[in-house]
């Protein structure tokens, strides 16, 4: 026996001498029978069939034009340039516009595509092929037009802050799968944090540990302090561990206090954390056909993730949004209930470089529509789309007119669109949700022709599918039954788009 | 009837063996809160059928109860029916009568059907302590708590050990572990005094403000940042230092309410009064462009009256924004009446307004500078002996050769043929209307014999002109040229210019820069003469037939030309001409300050008096505080249609909530009076509120567990005789925080011991009897505190600027801000957490982890979570691995072997000392580590490293690190 190995068994001695003179047998306590798993005895009276499993979200922060990738309109193209009739601007409130603007036509090329002959743009090729899988509403309304609000109200159902975010809700609902791994995970792109920044994962009044826990792909740790010290190994954290949980334990036998024994279970899934989530993060580990799907290359960090103004840096092949496309895939394949992705700089008015209709918008469509197609296929092909919801919008859309406060004419790379929140497109896919078009909007896309979709009729769709009742499930607050589709009865399940 | 025996709540079971009358509060009005008054409650827009239940001869005008007998009661009948169309609530709403509740609505009619106020809008009265007799302790906290313990067979714990009654009361107290001192003291002294003497000694230190201004700030959605989009930063901390100040002074409860609520509104309020009302201005602006100011500023508005009904009286009124409230009387023009006293500020989503608030150092400087002065300018007026003789003699000379003299004779060549003229005074008149621009050639006869030493331009305003709107002046360039008597001419260098007045970029000094786009101006004060200087580098000794040249480009244009001036040479020194106006009259001052030599000495000092003066100004923070609009200015109050705040419906006036009375006649029927309402013995609820709070702070959960909602929808107190009993204790000994906390620390109840057993649990899983003392997490600047506290590194600094210790990189990624991170690396680093900057889009995320909020809006509580997230924090964090670090060193220092080096990092953390067994398994730790190491050494030292030291002992690094994140330290014993 060499020395090493000497040491070790005195130290197994140790070991057993202390859980012998603790009274305590070794591994006495199941820990798998004191995670976090919210225990429900009874089914609660929201919980009803789930058609989808999990959700994938993925919101472009600042909005994109629905009239350059999907609401065709030609009407408005033949009135290009003129100006606005005055029943559109008058008792209405703009972010930015001012006076009298000018219309303006679609900057994009429309064609029909898929059996569903849907009208998709040059914009959006990838997407165009898997165009029946989507259901693309072109008629959804908000009630709010600045962005922090308007992303507020579509994620939280309150444009205040404070609120639990949607995720929250139905981490709260129905827990995580994998215990392993958070029930909620953000993931950024885009060089910033949306508007309304990380209240948009809070867990408002949700106690916290329904907060989303953003993952960071931009080289430091994938949550934040999940590695060990620079110079701790993870042998040495395994030891630092034991000898908490061993202590603990000795403190649980003299006070009896049931948290201590959560305590000690909560650190080891900490431990065991450190070793799974890098294991999910790291897309390394899919086939080069995979990445080539996504258009993903693993360990890349884009300069424009840390740069103080990235739209300036945007070019057409940054794969950081679909690196976290393939890794949303990852995390619902492993249990993550809720994935959010943001990506920001889609908010294109036009008044300053890297925010324009014309120049802006075709690059920000490159980074983020292969991987979207490439998240639809791949789910396909591995059997977990009818289970995985996705949601893909805005905060809002963007106005048929051209925005006028800094240029009164159509300027290459100045092209741009203020906020609209009268109409606009979003779409679902997956997840129990029907393929093919849904809704109309006027001649010019301003108003809905027919079929309007609330952000409430959004938000109850996505709880219904996931299993939850939107109208039942609720939680004590404020002297209310807070919703997330709010106190009153407008929101309604869309039966209409359902598979 | 069996049934109900089942139900072990407390309260029921009484019912169910039928040994009481059925109580309406605490039995019927649950059920009705629960099941009826959604439809057939207050709130007369949702109100069905025209059923109103919560109000007794509304129920029996319209048939639903009949007192006595309850199966001729159409609400029994209707509960109990088998046809679906008229069962109630209705089926489809999937909600339903038990047997149990049917029973006891069966029951409280039969014994006549009485109705009672909700409890919490009750006046409190001192309830009866008589039963003191059969309690062993002499505490009315305890005999409360003894009473319901024995009604449901428990018992209380013995009292905790000596060092954990230590521990626990210093950190509920001051929100770190004992002192070295403190400790000593403690153990030295083995009186019956010595624990309360440990108390007083807590609750005057400065550490007591620290730790209960936390909870406040939670209240007061305290932030360093503006929130929304652009979420800039915010200037509000001597706020966060007035609530520390004011809980150190044990500032009365009442007074404190006020201040901050409308000391602004007090009889000549003190600026720290003033200083208070920022409460409010904790609300969050939307900076984000293209936003409507007004929907904000009414978001603001309603907040504050949230907060406020929130914190005080611990009601929900936000629903009635939008509809009168379903279950607590409070209708939506309640709302809007008490909203109408909060809708009078200044303040529209902006910043303003702001006023400078002053430290107390700032203030006691200001003091001494203004006192300084003014003896510095009596000095001055009592002028030194022999002044006026020297005086009269000095001024003498000017007699003979005036200051500046004007020059005459003036030839003009002008690019736009202008022509001069000049009048008795020396005054130069353009004779033309004025050209868009120009540029001169002016000469000008000099005195014979006298040497020049200066130049001097003086400009008059201009009379109006049709022509050109701005009276402005520009003099792009200025150049001279002596020509001697033979026509020779000298190019003379113009230096030191100075200007009594220069428009912002236009300085004085850029009329003679060489470059013909800048130049002297003055907008926006063209409207006044104007003076500037410039010395000759060299005297010029001009003789008979000397002449000066001028060239004046003047070439801004819009006519920006020189109209009526006068040219002026000096025959003085440099330092005696001043660019003022009229310098003649000015002698005075010019002999005080340049010439005679005490008075110079005390200008000298009055001038640096002055600029320290303005740099300390410069420095006071300014801070948004509460303003009431001017009479003239009032906004008008309507109600908000659905709350929608463009949708305006009847004009309201200020009142509080119908259901609490009115203002009295003679009270400011305005913030004043809602705040002194809010604190008088009329309102029912505000002391219940606070001393409710108090007590949830040191046992986890509140009498009323619902602390922000005392309305029927809340949870019943657990011991509502022990919170009348307190919440009247706080109010009659003059609302002292510091009394009612000792008050309760001094209890048995509080100082017996944590340790439970299976029994326990089962009987009262979350302690809410109080068979064991409180012990639960510590929060998450505790956690922070503790940790910097016993390795030594804290820094034990009262107020200030908030500050950054280190947090990971790339955290803040704020849209269009350009707020940086900087990673504190002197002694803030070390901070308490109270002090950490709050971005509300961005929360410092250890605090957050550890379920601290981030400022956006009144966070009554904090729900307490328990994660892996917090595991890594405090394993892997910068701050816990520095304070592990500095605990090594300590530890290191302390003993020759391991094993006593351990031993007293134990105790430095825990306060109490190791037992053998817990030694035995740290030094296996320490063993562990040390063979980890041994081959290692470079990995021992990244890991000293991280743990921010150069050279130590990487193995006791380990161990404090296991020490650090031990549940008993995390957790209050």
Redesign the interface.
């Known amino acids: 026996m060499n020395l090493s190995q000497k040491l070790q068994r005195a130290q197994a001695d140790t070991r057993r001498q202390f859980f012998a003179q603790a009274g305590l047998g070794l591994g006495a306590i199941a820990l798998s029978s004191l995670l976090n798993q919210e225990s429900q005895a009874a089914k609660p009276n929201w919980q009803i069939p789930a058609k989808a499993k999990n959700i994938i979200y993925l919101h472009m922060a600042g909005s994109p034009s629905q009239l350059e990738l999907f609401d065709h309109k030609p009407t408005l193209s033949r009135l290009h340039n003129t100006e606005c009739p005055k029943e559109y601007l008058e008792g209405k409130r703009f972010a930015f516009i001012r006076g009298v603007p000018k219309m303006l036509g679609s900057q994009a090329q429309f064609k029909q595509h898929g059996e569903s002959g849907q009208w998709v743009s040059n914009h959006l090729p990838n997407l165009s092929k898997v165009i029946d899988d989507l259901c693309v509403i072109r008629t959804v309304h908000t009630e709010q037009f600045n962005h922090s609000p308007a992303q507020l109200f579509m994620h939280t159902g309150n444009s205040l802050l404070g609120y639990p975010a949607m995720g929250s809700w139905v981490t709260y609902g129905l827990g995580s799968e994998n215990e392993n791994l958070p029930g909620f995970v953000v993931l950024s792109s885009g060089g910033k944090t949306p508007s309304a920044g990380k209240s948009l994962w809070g867990s408002g009044f949700l106690p916290t540990v329904y907060q989303g826990v953003q993952c960071r792909t931009d080289g430091g740790d994938p949550i934040l302090f999940l590695s060990n010290p620079d110079g701790m190994s993870r042998a040495g954290r395994r030891k630092t561990i034991d000898a908490i949980a061993d202590l603990n334990r000795y403190q649980h036998q003299h006070i009896g206090d049931p948290e201590t024994l959560t305590r000690i279970a909560q650190y080891e899934l900490s431990f065991r954390m450190q070793m799974f989530v890098p294991e999910v993060m790291d897309i390394g580990k899919e086939s080069k056909e995979t990445l080539e799907l996504y258009g993903a290359q693993p360990g890349y960090v884009s300069e424009a993730e840390s740069a103080a103004d990235p739209r300036r840096l945007y070019k057409g092949n940054d794969p950081t949004f679909a690196n976290n496309c393939l890794l949303a895939r990852r995390l619902v394949e492993n249990g993550v209930r809720f994935v959010q992705l943001y990506d920001w700089g889609w908010d294109h008015h036009g008044s300053s470089p890297g925010e324009s209709i014309d120049e802006t918008l075709p690059i920000k469509c490159q980074q983020t529509e292969r991987a979207i197609a490439g998240l639809i296929t791949d789910l396909k092909q591995r059997g977990l789309f009818d289970e995985t919801l996705i949601v893909w919008g805005g905060e809002f859309g963007r106005t048929p007119m051209m925005q006028n406060n800094v240029n009164k004419d159509l300027k290459k790379g100045f092209v741009g669109r203020d906020h609209h929140p009268h109409a606009f497109t979003m779409w679902m896919a997956g997840g129990g949700i029907r393929g093919g078009a849904y809704g109309q909007t006027d001649d010019i896309g301003y108003y809905i022709a027919e079929n309007p979709v609330s952000v409430r009729d959004l938000q109850a769709t996505i709880l219904h599918q996931i299993g939850i009742d939107p109208h039942k499930f609720s939680f004590p607050y404020q002297g209310l039954q807070q919703r997330l589709i709010g106190p009153t009865e407008e929101g309604r399940v869309l039966k209409e788009i359902l598979a | 009837m069996i049934a109900l025996t089942m139900l072990a709540l407390t309260g029921w079971l009484v019912v169910a063996q039928g040994e009481e009358k059925i109580s309406f509060n605490q039995h019927v009005r649950p059920i009705l809160a629960k099941h009826c008054f959604a439809c057939h409650g207050f709130d007369e827009q949702a109100r069905e059928g025209d059923l109103q239940l919560d109000d007794r001869a509304a129920a029996i005008d319209a048939g639903a109860i009949m007192p006595g007998a309850p199966e001729q009661s159409e609400l029994i009948a209707r509960v109990v029916t088998d046809d679906a169309d008229s069962i109630m609530p209705p089926a489809d709403s ?1 909600d339903a009568l038990t047997t149990q509740e049917i029973e006891i609505l069966r029951r409280w009619i039969r014994e006549g059907a009485g109705y009672q106020q909700h409890w919490a809008f009750h006046p409190s009265r001192r309830p009866s302590t008589s039963q003191a007799g059969a309690n062993q302790s002499p505490h009315a906290i305890d005999w409360f708590v003894n009473e319901r313990l024995k009604a449901a067979g428990l018992t209380a714990n013995e009292p905790a050990d000596r060092i954990t009654q230590l521990r626990r009361v210093s950190l509920d107290l001051t929100g770190l572990p004992p002192t070295e001192k403190q400790i000593q003291a403690y153990l030295a002294d083995d009186s019956e005094k010595a624990y309360e003497r440990l108390v007083d000694e807590l609750l005057a230190s400065d550490a007591y403000g620290e730790h209960w201004a936390r909870p406040w700030l939670d209240l007061a959605r305290y932030a360093d940042t503006k ?3 652009k ?1 800039r930063p915010r200037i509000i901390w001597r706020y966060r230092d007035w609530v520390i100040d004011a809980l150190n002074q044990d500032m009365p409860f009442d007074q404190f309410t006020i201040e901050q609520l409308a000391g602004d509104l007090l009889a000549d309020p003190t600026p720290d009064q003033i200083l208070a009302t920022a409460f409010h201005r904790n609300t ?1 602006e ?1 900076d ?5 100011d007004e929907e904000f500023r009414v ?1 603001a508005v309603k907040d504050r009256v949230d907060t406020t009904i ?1 914190v005080w009286m611990g ?2 009124m ?2 009635a924004k ?1 509809h009168s ?1 379903k ?2 009387p409070i209708s939506q023009q309640d709302y809007y009446r008490l909203y109408a006293f909060f809708n009078q500020t200044e303040d529209a989503d902006r910043q303003q307004p702001i006023v400078p608030t002053p430290t107390k150092q700032q203030q006691q400087q200001q003091q001494s500078l203004e006192t300084e002065l003014q003896t510095l300018q009596a000095e001055l007026q009592r002028l030194p002996e022999g002044y006026t003789e020297a005086w009269q003699s000095w001024k003498k000379q000017f007699d003979d050769q005036p200051l500046w003299v004007a020059l005459k004779g003036p030839q003009l060549e002008s690019e736009q043929q202008l022509t001069l003229e000049q009048d008795a005074e020396g005054v130069l008149h353009v004779q033309q209307e004025l050209p868009e621009k120009d540029t001169w050639s002016l000469t000008l006869a000099l005195p014979a014999d006298q040497e020049v030493t200066a130049l001097r331009l003086e400009t008059l305003p201009k009379p109006k002109s049709t022509k050109w709107q701005d009276p402005n002046v520009v003099i792009n360039e200025l150049q001279a040229e002596l020509i001697t008597p033979d026509g020779q001419s000298q190019r003379l260098k113009l230096v030191r210019p100075r200007a009594d007045f220069s428009q912002r970029n236009w300085e004085v000094p850029k009329a003679i820069d060489g470059d013909p786009k800048t130049g002297w101006a003055f907008s926006p004060n063209a409207a006044k003469p104007h003076a500037a200087i410039f010395d000759f580098e060299k005297a010029i000794k001009p003789t008979a037939g000397s002449q000066l040249r001028l060239k004046i480009v003047q070439q801004y244009g819009i006519g920006l030309v020189l109209r009526d001036f006068k040219v002026s040479v000096s025959s003085y020194a440099s330092d005696w001409l001043l660019a003022e106006i009229h310098p003649q009259a000015n002698l005075k001052r010019l002999f005080q300050r340049t010439v005679y030599e005490p008075t110079i000495k005390l200008h000298q000092r009055i001038e640096s008096t002055r600029k320290q003066i303005t740099a300390l100004n410069q420095s006071i923070p300014k801070t948004p505080i509460m303003r009431e609009l001017p009479e003239t200015r009032r906004r008008e109050t309507k109600i908000h249609v659905r709350g929608n705040f463009l949708d305006r419906g009847d004009v309201v006036s200020g009142a509080i909530p119908s259901a609490f009375g009115t203002l009295p006649a003679e009270a400011p029927q305005n913030r004043l009076g809602v705040a002194q309402w809010l604190v008088s013995p009329k309102n029912p609820l505000t002391a219940r509120v606070a001393v409710n709070r108090v007590w949830a702070q040191l046992f986890g959960i509140g009498l009323v567990e619902t602390e ?2 005392f ?1 029927t ?1 809340g949870t019943l107190p657990s011991h509502p005789k022990l919170l009348d009993w307190l919440a009247v204790e706080f109010r009659d000994n003059g609302w002292s925080q510091k009394q009612l906390l000792k008050t309760i620390v001094l209890s048995d109840t509080y100082r017996q011991s ?5 029994a326990k ?1 089962a009987a009262d899983p979350r302690n809410r009897l109080y068979s064991r003392g409180p ?3 510590l929060s998450a600047e505790e956690v922070r505190d503790q940790a910097l506290a016993v390795s030594g590194l804290l820094t034990e600094r009262l107020g200030g600027p908030s500050v950054m210790p280190p947090q ?4 803040w ?3 269009y801000s ?1 707020e940086q991170w900087r990673n504190a690396t002197d002694d803030n680093r070390y901070r308490r957490g109270l002090y950490t900057y709050k971005k ?4 410092y ?2 605090m ?2 550890f ?1 601290a909020g ?1 400022g ?2 009144c966070q009554i509580r904090r ?1 307490r ?9 405090t ?3 910068t701050v816990y ?1 520095e304070a592990a670090g500095a605990l090594a060193k300590h530890m290191q220092a302390a003993g020759e072997t391991p094993r006593e080096q351990i031993a007293h990092g134990f105790s430095r953390v825990l306060i109490r000392p190791a037992q053998a ?2 030694l ?6 320490y ?3 040390a ?2 190491y041994k081959d290692q050494p470079e ?9 921010g030291l150069e050279d130590g002992d ?1 193995r006791l690094v ?1 161990v404090a ?2 020490l650090l ?4 330290t ?2 209050k014993p």
């Open positions: 999937g929130g929304y989009e979420d969050m939307n984000e462009g293209g936003t409507d978001a929130q009601l929900t936000g629903c939008c409230h279950y607590d922000e909602d309305g929808q944590a340790v439970t057993s299976a649990i012990r639960f997490r990971p990189d790339g955290v990624k704020s849209t350009g509300r889009t961005s929360p995320p250890a957050l982890t379920d981030s956006e809006v729900i979570t328990n994660t892996p997230l917090q595991a890594l924090v394993l892997n964090d691995l067994i817990e035995d398994r740290l030094l296996m730790v063993e562990q580590f063979d980890l990995q021992a030292k990244r890991f000293l490293k991280s743990a990487p380990a690190n296991v994140n031990l549940d008993e995390l957790t």
